[in-house]
C-alpha cells in the first residue's frame, strides 16, 4: 500500500507596514533635508543681497551640509520605490553622522581662527554670532538629530511610509529637487567665485570669473 503524505503550505508572514512612528520617521527625513537647504539658504542672503563672499571654508561648510543631507535624501528616494529596511535606513543616517561630523571639524577649526579678540571674525554675523558659528551649532544638532533616529531606527523606519501615503510620495519628488537645486546653485556659485584658476582667494572680494571674463 503506498504511503500519502500531506504537504503543509505554509505562507510568509505579511511584511510590517509603516505606524504613524514610520510616517513621522520619514517625514523629519524630509525636515533634515530642507532644513539643510534652508541654511545653506541663509548664507545666501549673506552672499548675494548683502553682498558678502564666502572665503574656501565656508564653501566647504556648505559642501558637507550638503553631503549630510545625501544620506536622508537616499532614504528619502528609497522611500519611493517600496520598503526601506532597517539596513538602508541606517546608512542614510550614518552618511548624515559622518558628513556633518567632518563638517564641523572644519567649522570648529574657522571659528578658532578668529576667536581671539580684537579678531572682528570673518564677514558678517546674525544675532552676534558669525555664519561659521552658527555653521558649527547646525553641524552638532544634526548629529544629535541623525544618532536619535539610529537609535530609534525599530519606531522610525519608514518601512512602505511613502507607498500607503499620497502626500509622502508627492513631498519626496519635491525635497529631493530642492536638494538637486541647492546642489546645483552651489557648484555655480562656487564656480564663479573662483573661476578657471585652482585656487580661490582666502578672502576674496570679487566673483573672479567676471574680473577675469571683463
Known sequence: MNATTTATVTTPASAPRAGLSNRLGLWFA?????????????AYIFQFV?????????LLQRMFMLL????????????RKGSVTAAEFASGWGIAIVSALIGS??????????IVPPDPGYAGALFGLHLYTWAAITFLVAVLAAAVNLVLTHQAQ????????????????????VLALFVVSNL???????????????????????????
Not at 30 to 42: D, F
Not at 68 to 79: E, N, Q, W
Not at 158 to 177: F, K, Q, V, W
Open 68 to 79: 549630510s543631507a545625501l544620506g536622508p535624501a537616499m532614504i528619502i528616494a528609497r522611500s
Open 30 to 42: 524630509h525636515a533634515y533635508v530642507l532644513g539643510m537647504c534652508a541654511t545653506i539658504g541663509g
Open 158 to 177: 519608514p518601512l512602505d511610509a511613502a507607498r500607503t501615503s499620497p502626500a509622502l510620495h508627492r513631498a519626496a519628488g519635491l525635497t529631493l529637487a
Open 50 to 58: 548683502l553682498w558678502e563672499y564666502p572665503c574656501p571654508m565656508c
Open 105 to 114: 571639524t572644519v567649522s570648529g577649526a574657522q571659528v578658532l581662527m578668529h
Open 188 to 214: 555655480v556659485a562656487c564656480f564663479l567665485l573662483q573661476g578657471f584658476h585652482w585656487q580661490m582667494p582666502g578672502d576674496p572680494t570679487s566673483y573672479q570669473f567676471f574680473t577675469d571674463l571683463f
